[in-house]
């Protein structure tokens, strides 16, 4: 679990200018009444709100999806990594369209009987990142959350491979902490290779390897995904030996640095 809510942020800098390289490269009781009835859960949001448009300058000839993390918003997180990227790329980032996302709001379970509403690409079970003091555990998560958010990631990534002529390498996809995790799921569950995908602090699900799995063509038809990854050390919410050992897995299943 990424901690306290209310200590959260955007993403720092050093993500900031970590993603432009990688750009450059390449979400009771009811009174005194008893009743045997299960609680009503609550809807699912029907879309994800709108999200943060920036349009190339020049023809429009590539675009970076970008996803913020736990309780963050499209609009935080393109003030705040939006001068780094900019100063990064310089001209080269004319033709380049960046869209950030954003999660809805949800009930986050792990906070006890509070349940606040946060926006959130899925819901958390534990706090193993948080008050337990346990990075290196990963989450239990709402794995239906996932695969909504899933579903509606592959939709925005199709609507800007449908601009760009139908070609899935001209579009890649990134985030920071919870985004960074679906990022990853979209790109290794997208039917097609994406152009990239780029990852900052974060991890590899252990439900979106079983998707990957169980995919046509397996984990072999992803091998030629590029994916560059930037984690902190001192992360005390997702600890870079839980992010290690999910990149791991990838290498078990054939994937390999690319030059």
């Given amino acids: 679990m990424p901690g306290d809510p209310t200590s959260l942020t955007s993403g720092s800098e050093a993500q900031a200018q970590a993603v432009a390289k990688a750009a450059a490269a390449t979400s009771a009781l009811d009174g005194l009444t ?6 009503a859960l609550p809807a699912p949001p029907p879309a994800l709100p709108a999200p943060v448009v ?8 590539a675009t970076l999806l970008l996803l913020p993390g736990f309780t963050c ?9 939006m001068p780094a990227i900019s100063e990064t790329l310089g001209d080269r980032g004319g033709r380049l369209k960046l869209v950030f996302l954003n999660a809805p709001e949800r ?8 349940r606040p509403r946060l926006q959130a690409w899925h819901d958390y079970f534990t706090d193993h990142g948080g008050d337990e003091g346990r990075p290196e555990l990963e989450e239990e998560i709402d794995e239906a959350h996932v695969a909504w958010s899933r579903a509606r990631i592959h939709a925005a990534i199709d609507a800007e491979v449908a601009l760009l002529g139908g070609d899935h390498s001209r579009v890649a996809v990134g985030g920071a902490s919870q985004g960074c995790c679906m990022a990853l799921d979209a790109a290794l569950t997208h039917p097609a290779v ?7 602090f974060g991890q590899v699900y252990a439900c979106t390897l079983r998707a990957l ?19 902190g050390a ?3 919410c997702i600890a870079a030996s839980l992010a290690m050992r999910s990149y791991a897995q990838l290498i078990d299943l054939g994937f390999r640095r690319k030059p």
């Fill in 34 to 39: 008893l009743s045997s009835a299960p609680p």
């Fill in 54 to 61: 920036i349009s190339p300058g020049a023809p429009h000839d």
């Fill in 73 to 81: 918003s499209a609009e935080s997180m393109a003030e705040s990594w």
């Fill in 107 to 114: 009930e986050v379970s792990c906070y006890g009987d509070e």
């Fill in 194 to 200: 994406l152009g990239g995908v780029f990852a900052s």
């Fill in 213 to 231: 799995g169980a995919a046509p063509g397996g984990a072999a038809s992803k091998r030629g995904l590029r994916l560059v990854a930037f984690h």
């Fill in 234 to 236: 001192g992360d005390r």
